[in-house]
């Protein structure tokens, strides 16, 4: 009734026409590139929505106006922007607009006094938070509009499926906050990562600090990360700090190495499992620049990422952590079906009260009060981040999920003895049985790096150390399985103990499905 009501009042003040047919999806489209974004409306609108696409307004004030008009229905909920908001290539006709809001807490910090944000499109009401799930795709011509639209649909075909869904890659660089401050949120980085993210799936860390053992020979950092992105993952984290168009280097005693930027981008190339790319940096979302920035550059990759969440200036710890810890929430515990969606749900609790936060926004919390140079500003920052973060990509991508393969193994198990292990198989195919350890386990203890050594060999053994931290799984086992219950014996290596997981992935050509239970192993006595 209330629907009805809103769109009778709409009516009356002239908002709506009696003939405009309801739509859960607005697309401001150039006239150019209308013709190319067929493919992606009829796909779309396949799948249930009802895609409204109009041409934009000729400035910002004009397309908030514009989204209003058609939100005033009640049913829209989803707003996505074709065409680049600023770039000298770019024929005028083709641009769509950013809008500017007015900077409160990171201009303290060298940023500049206004934000480049699109949110404003998308907060219908004016209260600073969004209301619709948005996405810009900032293409350049109707040739890249149509690859995009072809990538989409690849990766959400079933027969994309694979074990790249159970891949979390993540690349750090050193924060400069300080010892004390960049230990603490080292520390509390890998308590997150290892306690938030289901121990089914598999992660790594590349991490830019000669003396950790997550670093790679940093002669081939930049290789590294590339490698890690183009075997293709569910999610490509970095954090640390970022330019419009580089990401920061890796610091020696001798001097610096590359990470990545918009020019070795042109070595991505997942193959399968393109990633959705975060950045948890300053700047490399700021596509209002006369050069595409980084997240553009690495978008018109045929084989970069899907989408891509980064910010458009300068952005701060505290916040982006708050909003990633809602975002992994979002994904492994609420039922989010698309990528928009995600994003839209983790800005409204990234600034609405918590009347019972979890123990790790606690913890990000009481961080952000101890740590950051404007304490006393931390609801502000979290507001400003919300016009600060950007999604490039398609607001409607569905989320990549492995279906639940459900264990039952023993609690506890006995070194160098038989193992039983039961689930049950959603569908036949080739399945993986593994004894993994915990991510904040090594299966032997690295080296510790006191001394910067430079020589070849010191090099050569930071892959040895790298491979080896990354290396958990201390048995496994592969088998063909049938849809229904299976049971498989396994043997329990004698050099296993302590606090580990059984971990189960099943793959057909158009099918992934993966589950863990954990399981405590009892050393074997001397």
Not at 392 to 401: C, E, V
């Amino acid at each position: 009734m209330s629907s009805l009501v809103s769109v009778v009042c709409a009516f009356l003040a002239g908002l709506v026409s009696p003939l405009d047919p309801p739509c859960d999806t607005l697309v401001i489209c150039p006239p150019d590139f209308q013709p190319a974004l067929k493919a992606w409306v009829a796909y779309r609108e396949g799948q249930g929505h009802r895609i409204r696409v109009e041409a934009p307004a000729k400035n910002s004030y004009g397309i908030r106006m514009q989204v209003r008009k058609v939100a005033a229905s009640g049913s829209l909920k989803n707003l996505m922007i074709v065409g680049d908001c600023a770039d000298r290539r770019a024929v005028a006709g083709r641009l769509v607009p950013t809008d500017y809001v007015q900077a409160k807490v990171n201009v303290k910090f060298g940023s500049e006094p206004e934000i480049s944000s699109d949110n404003t499109y998308a907060d219908v009401n004016s209260d600073g938070i969004p209301d619709l799930t948005l996405g810009r795709m900032p293409v350049d011509s109707p040739a890249e509009l149509e690859q995009f639209i072809q990538r989409i649909k690849e990766y959400e075909s079933p027969s994309s499926s694979g074990e790249w869904m159970r891949r979390m890659n993540f690349v750090a660089g050193m924060g400069g906050f300080g010892q004390l401050v960049d230990k603490m949120i080292e520390q509390s980085t890998k308590q997150i990562i290892t306690d938030l993210i289901p121990p089914a799936y598999e992660t790594s860390m590349t991490y830019g600090s000669w003396s950790s053992p997550y670093c790679p020979n940093p002669r081939r950092f930049s290789e590294t990360t590339i490698e890690r992105f183009n075997q293709g993952c569910m999610f490509w984290c970095y954090i640390g700090h970022g330019s419009q168009r580089r990401l920061d280097r890796v610091m020696l005693p001798d001097g610096r190495c590359e990470i990545l930027d918009c020019e070795s981008a042109k070595f991505l190339d997942a193959q399968q499992g393109s990633p959705i790319a975060i950045f948890l940096a300053c700047y490399t979302g700021a596509a209002d620049g006369p050069d595409d920035c980084l997240s553009e550059e690495m978008l018109r990759r045929p084989g970069g990422p899907i989408a891509i969440i980064s910010s458009s200036r300068v952005a701060m710890p505290y916040a982006m952590a708050v909003l990633s810890l809602e975002m992994l929430d979002g994904y492994f515990e609420r039922e989010v079906s698309t990528l928009g969606e995600l994003i839209l749900q983790a800005k409204q609790k990234l600034v609405t009260p918590q009347a019972d936060p979890n123990q790790y926004r606690v913890l990000v919390e009481s961080m952000g009060k101890a740590f950051s140079p404007e304490p006393g500003l931390l609801d502000e920052e979290r507001k400003e981040h919300v016009h600060l973060m950007h999604l490039f990509g398609d607001p409607l991508l569905r989320l990549k999920k492995p279906t639940q393969v459900d264990l039952k193994v023993p609690e506890t198990s006995q070194a160098d003895q038989p193992i039983s292990i039961r689930g049950v198989a959603p569908f036949n195919g080739n399945m993986t049985v593994e004894i993994s350890y915990k991510r904040d386990r090594f299966r032997n203890r690295p080296p510790r790096r006191r001394e910067y050594d430079s020589s070849e060999d010191a090099f050569h053994q930071y892959d040895v150390v790298y491979r080896e931290t990354h290396e958990l799984t201390c048995w496994q086992t592969k088998v063909q399985v049938e849809q229904g219950g299976f049971k498989i014996q396994g043997l329990v290596p004698k050099d296993a103990s302590g606090e580990c997981f059984v971990r189960v992935m099943i793959k057909s050509p158009d099918a992934f499905a993966m589950g863990s239970q954990p399981v405590y192993i009892d050393a074997v006595q001397d």
